[in-house]
């Protein structure tokens, strides 16, 4: 069996893969790796047949979907996952067939409803169920301190005691462990009594995570993150350092159209000599009339460099296929003691 942890700060994730057949599956994949994960099956001559999920992420973005999609194969989850996009759904006691590999999934429901683990040979990836040295947190939602006493007392604990845990996160680097190992020492597990169990999760008082909504709304649905978004946008057009368009500015450049599509009163408080106006959000409406010749040289450019690449995108979708972003924006701009000029253009 190959198995590669990939870790990204207190998020892990696994390919797993057969050395036999060369057939692979994904655990908890993380959408800012989608190029490491390809990158490793690659490099170890695997095919991933799988994509799977061991519960609803409310902490990184699952990067299941989108890999799903350029791979054509399924995500899989436990049948009680929300998220439309699932191809297969496993239900308690089922395998996934991995080349020679048998993935083993037990529903382990308490960190969230559709929580799962996988067993496959001496190893156990327990999701957020079982933590080194922690267990998964119960007040996002779908928690449930019951349950999780439940998946962990009565059906993880019970497992063979040498199976090396493998969690989906670890926040405090230690990275490996085995079951007789957190049985001995994980401090959640010391309350074996249920109402004990119950009355420490409920008094953990943890912060919630960062990016909470985002996260549950992403791999809830399948739509995408406003970073892919925008490093979509960014893969589709290129830039123009600000150097260089000091440069083209300072040589009086009059090939290139440098369009500030900021609001009006930022643009007027200070925009790059010649830019034109055109707002972000009127871009679509007033592109007609504004920018008739398709075949013009643009440089779209916004107050952080964001907004700007979103509309080069957008415009060469629209046919202006010279459109290009700048490198940065006007905040950068401004810092850099780069010339200005304020109210309109004559
Ligand atoms: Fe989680």
Redesign the pocket.
Known sequence: MLFEPIVTGGCRSYLIGCADSCAAAVIDPEISQTDRYLGLAAREGLRIHYLIDT?????HFSATHELARRLQVPVVMHRASPAPFVDMRLNDGEMLVVGKLRLQAMHTPG??RDSMCLRVEDRLLT??TLLIGAT?RTD?PTGDPEALYDSLFRCILKLDPTLKVFP??DYGGRGESTLARELAENPRLRQHERAMFVETMLSLNLTMPTHITEALRTNMSGGKTVEQMLAEAAAAVPFMSLAELKARVEAGDTELVVLDVRERDAYESGHVPGARLLPRGQLELRVNQDLPDPTQRILTCCELGRISTLAAATLRQLGFTRAVALDGGMKAWREAGYPLRSGVEP
């Open positions: 519960h609803t992420h409310a902490d960190h969230t999701g957020d998964g996002l989906a996160h």
